[in-house]
């Protein structure tokens, strides 16, 4: 069964600090998400990694792939109050239906002055 | 454009009843997947829909569950009878067919006492 595990799952940090959140999955598969949410909104998809090294960024975050570690990482430069929200990784299903997500549980960021 | 709809956006009913939840695609949208999350835990696929059909309903928890999506536009998710541990926030998303990711509704959330 494939599962996804985010950590931390809360992360509280001051404006203009760095930090990382990671994501591990535990089988192989070829798409991982990266979601954004903030409280009483819809998802909003951030990043979709497709590929081995894969990097992305917009803005402040960035997202990188290493498939062969199963991990994802999403890293936060000079933080600001606007990126307090909950993060989400996924992971597309077996069988590749990008539609079966496969989440994490959630890393809620509180960016502090 | 209008984004992916969910109504309604809370609702509270009594164990043992009945409740219906709708979801609204963006337009030309064949995909559209019900996901829930549960207090606490991960955001759960529940099933896929291509146009009218069930492409995929491996994660519905049980019978007390019906999707439906009559003419590949909108679909409703009925709970009937409704349980304490369906409490939760509902997601309906949509995307184009072949297309990366998904883009989310704002989700309903359901309280059942």
């Known amino acids: 069964e494939l599962k996804v595990e985010q950590n931390p799952l809360f992360l509280s940090m001051q404006e203009g600090k760095n930090y990382t959140i990671y994501c591990n999955y535990s089988t192989t598969s070829d798409r991982l998400y990266w979601y954004r949410q903030d409280p009483g909104k819809s998802l909003e998809s951030l990043f979709v990694l497709l590929s081995n090294g894969a990097v992305k960024q917009e803005g402040r975050l960035m997202a990188s792939l290493d498939t062969k570690a199963r991990l994802s990482t999403l890293h936060i430069t000079a933080a600001v109050h606007d990126l307090s929200a909950t993060y989400f990784c996924?992971?597309?299903?077996?069988?590749?239906?990008?539609?079966?997500?496969?989440f994490g549980k959630g890393t809620k960021l509180s960016v502090k002055p | 454009e209008a984004g992916v709809t969910q109504f309604p956006s809370h609702s509270v009913i009594e164990k043992g009843q009945t409740v219906t939840l709708r979801c609204d695609p963006i337009s030309g949208h064949d995909n559209l997947y019900w996901y829930r999350r549960v207090m606490g835990k991960e955001i759960k696929f529940l099933l896929h829909?291509?146009?009218?059909?069930?492409?995929?309903e491996s994660g519905m928890p049980n019978n007390r569950f019906l999707a439906e999506r009559t003419g590949g536009t909108y679909s409703t998710l009925k709970v009937q009878p409704a349980e304490l541990e369906d409490s939760g926030v509902y997601f309906c998303?949509?995307?184009?067919?072949?297309?990366?990711?998904?883009?989310f509704g704002q989700g309903t959330r359901l309280t059942v006492v």
């Open positions: 829909f291509v146009k009218e059909s069930k492409q995929d």
């Open positions: 998303a949509s995307s184009q067919l072949g297309a990366e990711g998904a883009f």
């Open positions: 996924a992971v597309a299903g077996y069988g590749g239906s990008q539609g079966n997500l496969i």
